[in-house]
Structures are given as C-alpha cells and as structure tokens.
C-alpha cells in the first residue's frame, strides 16, 4: 500500500498568454526543497517564481530561497558545457577541443576497457557527488555503472555529517537522519540553545526559521552558541555566546560538569535509559572509574574535573556563563539541543556530538516533546520515495573523503588500497571540495585518465581529459524530497525546457557508456517509468503527481525522536546493543580505533585538536553561504550579490595587522593562501576569522588562490570517525 498522502496542485501564479509555468525543484544538497515555476515561453525559461502562499504553520508553503530564483542564471549562463570536450593543454589549464560524443564517449569506454586489465578496478575512483540529489539523475548512476562495471575505490565518508552520523549511531543505534525531531515542535520547547547551527545561512529545510519564528513568538527563549553572530542567531536569540571553533566539545563537557556537581541531572531518567553515566550503571568488565560521571568530576583517569574555570582556558567562554547556561539548561523543562554539523567538521568532531547527546540525556529531555536528542536533522524519513538503485560493490577498497588529496599523492605507498589511475566524477566538485586544494591539484601525475561529467567547466572538470555536459533539472524530469524531518512531501520536477546545445541526461550517459563496455542491463525502463517505479510505494497515481506536482506525506506519530523508547523501554528498546541511550559506547570500548583513523574513547571525551602555532595565530571556519550551495551557482556574478565573499575578522584582530574594513588580504598557512576583502566586524569572536566555503579555487600563476577558496587552507586530515576537519584549521591574515 502506497503510503497515506494528499495530491495537490504546486502552488504557482496564473500563467500569462503564451506561457507556461511549469513546477521543479532545486535538485542540489542545501537542504531546502522548495517550489520553483518556470514560466516558459517558446521552449526558453523567461522568469522563476516560487509558492506564492502566505505561511501557515499546519500548511507550510515551499518558498524558494535566491539560489532558486537565481536558477534561470544558471541555466542561460554564458559558460555552460554545450558539447563534449577533449583536453589539449597541460591539465588544469582549461584548454579544451571539441568532440563528438561518439568521439568522447569512445574514448572514455576504451580508457576504462584498459585502466581495468592493466590495473583492476580498484584503480578507479567514484568521485561522483551532491550536484545533483534527485531520485533518479544523482550520484546513484555512476555508482549503479561502476558496479556493473566491476567495482571501484569509493571515498565513503560524509563530508557535512560523518561526526554526526557516528555519534548517532554509537550513542542511540539509530539512523542519523530519523533521530531528532521536527521542526513544528520547536513551539513546544520553554528553551532552544542553537549550537553551531543557522537555518538562515546553510538551510535546514524549507520553513525552517520560519517555524523558529513561531517559537520566538511562543516566547521560547533561544541562546545561540557560535564563533559567528549568525543571521539566524541576530534574528532570533535572546543571547549570543561566542566560542573558539574546535572546542565546543569542551563547554558541553563543563556545563555537564556543573548540571552533574549540582544535582541538577535527572538521575532517575539516568538509571531507566542510560548506560553508562555512574559507576553503577557500566557494562560488565568495564573499567573502574570509566563512567561519564567519574570523567566529568576528575575521578577517571586524567584527574582532571571539567569545571567551568577548565573550559575557559580552553573555548574562550567566560566560566560564569558556562555554569549560568549549564543551570538554565538544566532547570529549564523542556530544553532542547539544536545542533548543526559545523562543530563536528573538526579534528575530534564525533566528541562534539557526543557531549551534545549526553548533555540532553543527563537533564532528561531526549524523547520527549519540546526536548531534542541533539540531533541536527528531523524524526522521520522519505515516506517510501526511492532512489535510483545503485546495487553493491564487488570491490572492497574503501577511503575516507577527507583523505582524497593524501589518497592521490601516496597510493598503496601509503598504505591505500590501490594507485587511482582514473576519476570519473559526475555532479561532483572534489577538487575545489575536499581539503587541502593545492596539494590535490599536484597529484594528480600518476592519473591516467578523468571525466566530469558536469554544466560547467569547474575545478574539478578542468582537470579532466574528457569533459560531457549534462542537462540540468529544467531539461528532464525527476522527483525529490526534503532532508529527513525537514517537511514530508515529494516534488515531481516536471520537465520545463528540452536539453540544451548538445547536452544529455547523467542517466542516459552512463547507459551509453555501459553499452560500450559490455554492460547489457544498465537500464531497462525510460526516464518516466524509473520515476513511476521509485515512487510506487508512496503515490498511487503516478500521473496526477506528475501532473500536480506536490504530494504531502503525512507528519510521523511523534515529532520528537525516540519517544516510544522513553515511555516504553522494556518493549521499545534503543537499537544499541546494551538498549539504552550508550553514553559509553560498549562497542567503541571492544574497539576503540573503530576505522584505524584514531582512538575514540567509549566516553564523550575532550581531545584537544590541534597545536598553537605562533606563525598562524587565528582559527579558521568556513560556514554556508547564501550565494551558493557548497560550491553550485559559484560563477554567478548576479546571485553573488546576496552574499559577497569575504573574510570576517574582529577588529581588535584586524588592528592589531593594520587592517581595515574592505581592504584586500592574504589568508594564508603552509598549506597555501588565498585574497579576499576584509569585513571587519565585532560578529565574530577574537581570534577567529571566517571565509564562506565553496568558492571555486583559482589559483594565480604563484599558486596563490584569488577567488576566497576555504580549502587552499584547510588540511587533508580525517576525525578518527572520518569527519573532515575544515573547521580546525590555523592561519595568519596580512595586507595583500
């Protein structure tokens, strides 16, 4: 049975005489899923408008942000891919001659025929990505080829999410994107700390701050935990607390500190659902002196207590407010977490989200209403919308993403499990994505061979050999869903115009190549019956979805993850294997040096992430903008208006180097540098300076970067989880 759900028409304006509006979606990784019209008038897109509806908690209308609008930018941008295209030049010169997509596609199927026999095919990378998230036209294609084709070394590890989607796993065994709540609940909440997280720069979910405004209204208070005073934190915290990036880790453990030493934890709901917070509730044959509770007060191994004073010295919060915002978190019921995925992109982030998760279950607001697990996303899935099925990998050659550029440079020398001889990436941008750019961009001598596959000539595809343009959503037709918990409906992307130039769909590219490589079973079904068979299970009739536009699932049972455990544990246990909340982690603790990436203590612990360095005094941190999705729409001149790249610094910093606001400056380490403008700013906390991420790497003829990418700084080093570390990173800021 198709799950329970409402057709109805997207919501759009009337159409004008000869012309058509015809109802998509974004199909790139933001988090948002919004309704964007395309009004079309002879086969060309003339105007974008969204949902035109007022906003309604219990009917929430799917407002498109700029990037949406900005979409018809895009599709008519002057440098979009039109044909195929061969490299001429030295690699990354971005000389290129056109060809014939028989010519490319030849090329690119005999390259691969031959990579495999001489080096198997572990020698070829997937470094295929979020471009496109769609059901059918993503990342799922190339997987579903490579592993036709053989197999392939993957990178496996979520560059936005990885610390949290372990720490999920580890401390309530469930999936990452089912357990925290959504957003209608947030009303019902008496307090909302903000930690690291700003719906109103990298978004959340359609509605997102909308629903927080509704909160605000409510009078729930909200404090915001941040490096930055974010457009979230100035519109709707009452208070803001600036922290150095990389340490929130050490301010949740304090402020458990103080909840704890007070007798302010809730230790009956301690007793009931957690394991591992006392000495009397461990597992049997751990340690002595293992519990949370003997860390926090200095009983464990490190004597140390974790006093507000200790996570001064450490995160720049005064200890005053550490204990004030510890006491009002735990005397306030409910309260709730809301944490974002930046704090986790650090050296040790997977502590950051532990800390957060054990702070929610000692004051016994995980699982219930106006609570939080701490959990970035929402309670609830797709509502049965499938994607396009990838099938599995024969090959077992597994790489953290974080570690690419150290992948490229070492191979099997240091101790990978193959050389990549070839890269095919298809709606990815890794070499502008993944840190350390410069290093990446000089190993690349032992590749034999890449493709991207892509709609426009970006860092990554001008490095390929063999560039093919692909058609972007406007040119076909797929359906997409929101990010878990962030809304509960599909959008049908209804196609708008027919493919441009000589562009084809990344679905009926792969199934080409697979032809010319002796894959017989590729695909078997057109664009629209994928699309009929991936959401069989959700809509009952295919063509009035298609038709309509939008269905609406409904909203799950509880709004609050885990609430059947908390009032039910004997018959609803949490799926880790002792059944309760694992604040030690029997699993971490059988092996601690869970992927050979570093030890990860069965405890939240404090871990401190990097070294001070006198030649690069300030940390940086690379948060959203709202110009750009990761690094899509970044040669947009037009929508970067909204949001104009430049490096945050406080003025104390910048006086102290000469600076002034609007002055071009040179960000730099050893790992590289990059000029930008200065924004001088009292928004962000002293010793910290802020570049946005995602602008495309330019490098000059001195190999310094000119356009503000964050990742000609940051360093090819993964969390012992596989998070990536961007936002632990050193440098200096002088006068260009």
Same mark, same amino acid.
Not at 686 to 698: C, P, Y
């Given at each position: ?296 007060m200095g009983e464990g191994s490190d004597g140390v207590a974790k006093t507000p004073q200790w996570a001064e010295a ?172 962030a809304g509960h409906y599909a959008i049908f992307m209804k196609q708008a115009i027919a493919p441009m130039y000589e ?134 001149? #037009? %929508?970067? +208006? &909204?949001?104009? *790249? ?10 102290? /180097?000469? !600076? $002034?606001?609007? #002055? %071009?400056? +040179? &960000?730099?380490? *050893? ?10 700013? /009292?928004? !962000? $906390? ?23 990418? $964050? ?15 961007y936002n632990t990173t050193l440098v200096e800021v002088s006068l260009a």
């Amino acid at each position: 049975m198709p799950t329970p759900h409402t057709l109805y028409q997207a919501p759009r304006r009337a159409a004008r005489a000869g012309e058509t509006v015809v109802t998509s979606t974004c199909g790139h990784n933001c988090g948002g899923r919004c309704v964007v019209n395309a009004h079309v008038v002879d086969d060309r897109i003339v105007k974008i408008s969204t949902d035109p509806a007022r906003w309604r908690p219990e009917l929430p209308p799917l407002h498109a942000c700029a990037r949406g609008v900005g979409q018809i930018e895009r599709v008519y941008h002057p440098d979009r891919l039109r044909h195929p295209m061969r490299r001429v030049g030295p690699r990354g010169s971005g000389q290129f001659e056109r060809v014939s997509w028989d010519e490319a596609l030849d090329t690119v199927a005999r390259e691969m025929l031959r990579i495999r026999a001489a080096h198997g095919n572990a020698a070829f990378l997937d470094a295929s990505r979020s471009g496109n998230l769609s059901m059918l036209h993503s990342s799922a294609g190339a997987k579903r080829f490579f592993n036709k084709f053989g197999g392939c070394t993957v990178l496996w590890s979520n560059m936005s999410a990885e610390a949290e989607i372990f720490a999920v796993r580890h401390t309530y065994g469930a999936d990452y994107k089912s357990a925290g709540r959504e957003p209608t609940d947030y009303v019902n909440s008496k307090l909302i700390v903000m930690w690291g997280w700003s719906p109103a720069d990298g978004t959340f979910g359609t509605g997102t701050k909308e629903y927080l405004r509704e909160a605000k209204k409510a009078g729930v208070r909200i404090v915001c935990v941040d490096p930055r005073r974010t457009r979230t934190s100035a519109a709707f915290a009452d208070e803001h607390i600036y922290i150095k990036p990389s340490t929130d880790a050490a301010a949740l453990i304090a402020m458990a500190y103080v909840i704890v030493s007070e007798g302010l934890h809730d230790q009956a709901y301690c007793d009931r659902h957690v394991l591992g917070f006392d000495e009397a509730h461990l597992p049997e044959g751990a340690p002595r002196g293992a519990s949370y509770r003997a860390y926090l007060m200095g009983e464990g191994s490190d004597g140390v207590a974790k006093t507000p004073q200790w996570a001064e010295a450490i995160c720049g919060i005064p200890a005053e407010t550490v204990r004030r915002l510890a006491i009002e978190f735990a005397t306030t019921k409910p309260a709730a977490l809301q944490c974002g995925y930046a704090p986790g992109r650090t050296a040790f982030g997977e502590q950051f989200h532990r800390a957060a998760y054990a702070l929610a279950a000692i004051t016994g607001n995980v699982g219930i209403v106006g609570g939080s697990s701490g959990v970035s996303n929402g309670a609830t899935g797709r509502a049965g919308i499938k994607s396009f099925p990838p099938g599995s990998n024969p090959i077992d050659a597994r790489v953290a993403t974080p570690l690419l550029a150290d992948l490229l440079a070492r191979g099997k020398a240091g101790g990978y499990p193959s050389d990549i001889k070839m890269i095919y990436s298809a709606g990815g941008d890794l070499f502008n994505q993944c840190p350390n750019a410069n290093k990446m961009a000089a190993s690349l001598d032992g590749v034999e061979f890449i493709v991207a596959q892509d709609h426009f000539l970006t860092p990554t595809a001008r490095h390929a050999d063999i560039v093919l343009p692909a058609t972007t959503f406007w040119e076909r037709n797929d359906v997409h869903t929101p990010w878990a918990g962030a809304g509960h409906y599909a959008i049908f992307m209804k196609q708008a115009i027919a493919p441009m130039y000589e562009c084809r769909n990344d679905m009926d590219i792969f199934a080409d190549l697979a032809a010319r490589v002796g894959i017989a079973d590729y695909s078997d079904k057109s664009e629209m019956d994928w699309l009929r068979e991936l959401t069989k299970d959700a809509v009952d009739d295919f063509q009035q979805f298609a038709d309509k536009g939008v269905a609406r699932f409904a909203p799950p049972e509880d709004a609050v993850a885990f609430a059947r455990q908390i009032r039910d544990p004997e018959t609803h246990r949490f799926n880790t294997p002792s059944g309760k909340i694992e604040l030690y982690s029997t699993t971490l603790a059988a092996k601690p040096n869970f992927y050979g990436l570093g030890v990860i203590p069965p405890i939240p612990t404090w871990i401190e992430p990097v070294t001070a360095d006198p030649r690069h005094p300030l940390m940086l941190c690379s948060p959203k903008s709202r110009a750009r999705t990761h690094s899509i729409h970044g040669n947009q001149e #037009q %929508l970067a +208006r &909204i949001d104009p *790249d430049d490096v945050w610094i406080h003025e104390d910093d910048a006086k102290a /180097r000469g !600076i $002034a606001n609007g #002055q %071009l400056v +040179r &960000i730099h380490n *050893d790992r590289g540098a990059t000029l930008l403008p200065a924004k001088v700013t /009292r928004r !962000i $906390a002293r010793g910290v300076v802020s570049i946005k991420e995602g602008a495309w790497f330019t490098p000059n003829g001195n190999g310094v970067d000119t356009k503000g990418c $964050a990742n000609a700084l940051t360093e090819d080093r993964p969390a012992p989880s596989g998070a990536t570390t961007y936002n632990t990173t050193l440098v200096e800021v002088s006068l260009a």
